[in-house]
C-alpha cells in the first residue's frame, strides 16, 4: 500500500485539500490521510471551515508527501521539520499551488525546478532566489521533487503521480472518475491568453474526441481541419488556444498515452502495439515511449503490466 500524507498549511482553499482525494481515491493501492501542524478546526479561503484531526505523526512512514495551502505565507516551523525528515527518509515530496512555498521555506527546492500559480511565480522567484521557477509549465519534477501550478494543474500533478506509479491505464481509470481530461503533459503552458469559448463560440471538442478514435490511422493537419470545417491556419489558432498545444504535439501525446495503455493491458506484439496507437512502427513506438516515459517498451510493459 501507498501511503499520502497530506499537509495542510493554512490559509488553503477547500478544493485544493480535496484533490488528492478526488484522485487518488479512486486507484486502489493508495491509503491518504490528511494533517497539519496544529489539529483542529482551519478555515479555509472562499470556503467551509474543515477538520483536521490528525498531527504530523502522520507524515512519518508516508511514501509520498504533498504539501497544500500557504497562500505564500509563513509556514508552521513543525511542518518545515516534517517536510525535510520525509526527504530525508527518501519520501516523494511534492506540492500544489501554494504549497510550493512551504517546500521553498523547508529548503526543499534550492536548486531545483518548481513552479505555483502563475500569479505567483514572480513572488517565489522574488522570495527565494536559490529555486529555479518555472512560470510556464503545469507541472514540473526536478530529482523527486514534484510541484504543480494551481487548480486544475494540481489535478495533472496528481493523474502523473499515479501513471508513475500505477501506469497509464490506471491513470485514465481514475481521471474518467473524476469527470476529467487524462493527463496532460507537464510541459503544458498554464496560462492559455485566449479564454475558452473560443472565438464564434465554437469549440474543436468533437474533433479532439473525433481524433481520438482514429489514432490507428495516420492523421494530418488537413483531415483535422476538414472535420473541424475550417482552415489549417484557424484550426492550429483555435487548437492552442484551447489546449495549449499545436494539434500535432496534442496527437503525439496522444498516440503515446494510448500505447502505454496498450502496452499495461494486453500481450500485443509491439508493431501492433505501434500500429493501433499510430506511431507507425515498433522503431518509432521505441524512441516516443523513451523520451516521454524514461523506459523501452519492453521495460515498460515489465514495469506496469495490467492484464485484463
Known amino acids: 500500500m501507498h501511503r499520502i500524507a497530506v499537509v495542510i498549511t493554512p490559509p488553503v482553499m477547500s478544493f485544493d485539500v480535496s484533490i488528492p482525494h478526488m484522485v487518488f481515491q479512486n486507484v486502489p493501492g493508495y491509503e491518504i490521510g490528511v494533517c497539519t501542524a ?11 471551515q474543515i477538520h483536521v484531526p490528525d498531527g ?20 508552521h516551523p513543525d511542518t518545515l521539520d516534517a517536510l525535510r525528515a520525509a526527504h530525508a527518509a527518501g519520501a516523494r515530496v511534492a506540492s500544489l499551488c501554494t504549497g510550493a512555498f512551504v517546500l521553498a521555506q523547508a529548503g526543499l527546492l534550492d536548486g531545483r525546478a518548481a513552479t505555483t500559480h502563475w500569479g505567483l511565480t514572480g513572488d517565489l522567484a522574488r522570495r527565494h532566489p536559490s529555486v529555479d521557477v518555472r512560470p510556464d509549465v503545469l507541472y514540473v519534477e526536478d530529482d523527486g521533487v514534484f510541484t504543480s501550478a494551481g487548480a486544475a494543474a494540481a489535478i495533472d500533478l496528481c493523474l502523473h503521480l499515479v501513471r ?22 507537464g510541459g503544458q503552458a498554464q496560462f492559455i491568453e485566449t479564454p475558452l469559448p473560443p472565438e ?11 481524433a481520438l478514435s482514429q489514432l490507428d490511422r495516420p492523421l494530418t493537419l488537413k483531415d483535422l481541419a476538414a472535420h473541424a470545417s475550417t482552415s489549417v491556419r484557424t484550426l492550429t489558432r483555435r487548437f492552442h488556444a484551447e489546449t495549449g498545444l499545436s494539434p500535432l504535439q496534442w496527437l503525439l501525446h496522444q498516440r503515446v498515452d494510448r500505447a502505454r495503455e496498450l502496452l499495461e493491458t494486453t500481450d500485443l506484439p509491439m508493431d501492433q502495439v505501434a500500429g493501433r496507437s499510430g506511431l507507425g512502427s515498433a522503431d518509432s513506438l521505441r524512441k516516443h515511449l523513451t523520451t516521454r516515459a524514461g523506459l523501452t517498451p519492453t521495460a515498460y510493459r515489465a514495469t506496469f503490466t495490467r492484464q485484463r
Do not use: C, H, Q, Y
Open 38 to 48: 496544529v489539529p483542529g478546526r482551519l478555515d479555509t479561503i472562499g470556503g467551509p
Open 200 to 210: 464564434r463560440g465554437t469549440s474543436l471538442a468533437a474533433t479532439r474526441a473525433w
Open 56 to 75: 504530523l505523526d502522520l507524515v512519518k512512514g508516508a511514501d509520498t508527501v504533498m504539501a497544500v495551502g500557504s497562500g505564500g505565507e509563513d509556514a
Open 164 to 185: 508513475r506509479d500505477f501506469g497509464a491505464a490506471a491513470a485514465n481509470a481514475a481521471a474518467r472518475l473524476a469527470v476529467v481530461s487524462p493527463v496532460r503533459p
